[in-house]
T-cell receptor
Framework: KAGVTQTPRYLIKTRGQQVTLSCSPI?????VSWYQQTPGQGLQFLFEYFSETQRNKGNFPGRFSGRQFSNSRSEMNVSTLELGDSALYLC??????????????FGEGSWLTVV | DQQVKQNSPSLSVQEGRISILNCDYT??????FLWYKKYPAEGPTFLIS?????DKNEDGRFTVFLNKSAKHLSLHIVPSQPGDSAVYFC????????????FGTGTRLQVTL
């Protein structure tokens, strides 16, 4: 079956702009979470959505937001972009996301460069 | 505060030998642990996981060991193959929030001929 799909794969934005990234989870998966990977901070959890509700949140400023639609597809938005937001943004999906044994699968990521 | 640590940034192993990657954690609320393999600019690929109720889980060439008292887990790859060369991340999640993963910093494994 199809894996986690993220679009766009690569994009370049200017400081101060905003960006929206999209994620389609594996069919049947209802939990979608987002991660940021940078050389300095590694892989860090942004937030998780389940049934259109944000269920968990990491330690990122309010400029980072997301949403989930009724078909489980998710978007994340970063407003007022800063140079430090340049990163690989990864989407992950799982069936329910609450219990051990619930495998989490990642997409290929969206590579954002802020200039 | 690095709650999941992979103290070896790199490891080189000969083809056919065993690769052992280590991971330590500090948060006693973690009860689900996973290993991922990652290539640059790609998403992590799930390898194997273990719940805190077990101390060992095997899947083909991959075995994960968990020592709860030491807060330590390890991934064994036997036999190692050149295609295993990648960065390996361990990740952990706390009780009830399996999707909120805390990742280690990664270990770059190179399998040489």
């Amino acid at each position: 079956k199809a894996g986690v799909t993220q679009t766009p794969r690569y994009l370049i934005k200017t400081r101060g702009q905003q960006v929206t990234l999209s994620c389609s989870p594996i069919s049947g998966h209802r939990s979608v979470s987002w991660y940021q990977q940078t050389p300095g901070q590694g892989l860090q959890f942004l937030f998780e959505y389940f049934s259109e509700t944000q269920r968990n949140k990491g330690n990122f400023p309010g400029r980072f937001s997301g949403r989930q639609f009724s078909n489980s597809r998710s978007e994340m938005n970063v407003s007022t972009l800063e140079l430090g937001d340049s990163a690989l943004y990864l989407c992950a999906s799982s069936l329910a996301g609450t219990t051990a044994g619930n495998t989490i699968y990642f997409g290929e990521g969206s590579w954002l460069t802020v200039v | 505060d690095q709650q999941v640590k992979q103290n070896s940034p790199s490891l080189s192993v000969q083809e056919g030998r065993i690769s052992i990657l280590n991971c330590d954690y500090t948060n006693s609320m973690f009860d689900y642990f996973l290993w991922y393999k990652k290539y640059p600019a790609e998403g992590p690929t799930f390898l194997i996981s273990i719940s805190s109720i077990k101390d060992k889980n095997e899947d083909g060439r991959f075995t994960v060991f968990l020592n709860k008292s030491a807060k330590h887990l390890s991934l064994h790859i036997v036999p190692s193959q050149p295609g295993d060369s990648a960065v390996y991340f361990c990740a952990a999640s706390p009780t009830g929030t399996a999707s909120k993963l805390t990742f280690g910093t990664g270990t770059r494994l190179q399998v040489t001929l």
